[in-house]
């Protein structure tokens, strides 16, 4: 593998800020398409945040419920916009976050390998060569032939994951409050994990854990109601999060 070079940004974020529009029902939800709600309340998710990730960073996400840290995890999946700000991500994202998002659920677990493949971008080609390497991880057995309405919750989230982690991604983005299957399974998910940090692949890791932060982590930010508080070394971040929370 080629040595990763000290600056090479693969993820950078230049001014970035959103603020999500909160409604207190569906009704009010489908009237502001039409009409600019009044006095509606705001929530900025992220306010004018910075920063540059290199390729081959492990960088930890800390924060309370709310600190923005799910937000800026969609941005860099493409799956949220900023309002203001520029976001630029160089290279293919593998998500685990919303694991089960895009199936399509009268096709069937084989069928929906190749669909989540089309909308990641991937070839035909490449994703008949990743299938039964998808298909084995997944554990689902003749199922992965059923279409997926018949899977439970759990089995649809196997599915996600396999394809995930097994596209050979050039960031990986988790977030740890992930729970896939049982525990068996679970150790297989991490221990898949953990073999793709150590592959050199760009890392974005998001947990409440601190110990688990250290152990994957060598760098970590602090977001607080979406502010980037501090970024540097994950001992000192961890150390500035929970003197801020004894601040409270």
């Not at 977030?175 to 399974?185: C, I, P, Q, R």
């Amino acid at each position: 593998m080629a040595e990763t070079k000290v600056s090479d940004p693969i993820i950078t974020f230049k001014n970035v800020s959103k603020t999500y529009t909160l409604y207190k029902d569906d009704k009010a939800r489908f009237k502001a398409l039409f009409f600019k709600p009044r006095n509606a309340k705001t929530n900025k998710a992220l306010n004018n945040v910075s920063m540059v990730i290199n390729r081959g960073e492990s960088v930890g996400i800390v924060g309370d419920n709310g600190a923005g840290k799910s937000t800026l995890l969609k941005m860099i999946t493409g799956v949220a916009f900023p309002d203001e700000g520029e976001i630029t991500v160089d290279g293919k994202v593998a998500a685990l976050l919303e694991l089960t998002a895009g199936f399509s659920m009268e096709m069937t677990g084989r069928e929906n390998i190749y669909l989540k493949g089309y909308v990641l971008g991937l070839e035909d080609s490449y994703i008949k060569q990743i299938e039964e390497k998808i298909i084995d991880f997944a554990e689902l057995g003749d199922y992965i032939d059923q279409p997926v309405r018949t899977y439970s919750s759990g089995m649809k989230m196997r599915l996600g994951f396999a394809i995930n982690v097994n596209i050979e991604p050039d960031i990986l983005v988790v977030d740890e409050a992930l729970s896939v299957g049982d525990a068996t399974f679970k150790k297989k998910c991490k221990s898949k994990i953990k073999e793709i940090i150590e592959s050199g692949v760009t890392v974005l890791y998001v947990s409440h854990n601190a110990a688990s932060v250290k152990e994957i982590c060598a760098r970590s930010i602090f977001l607080k109601k979406g502010t980037v508080m501090f970024d540097g070394p994950t001992d000192e971040t961890l150390r500035v999060y929970e003197e801020s929370k004894k601040k409270k």
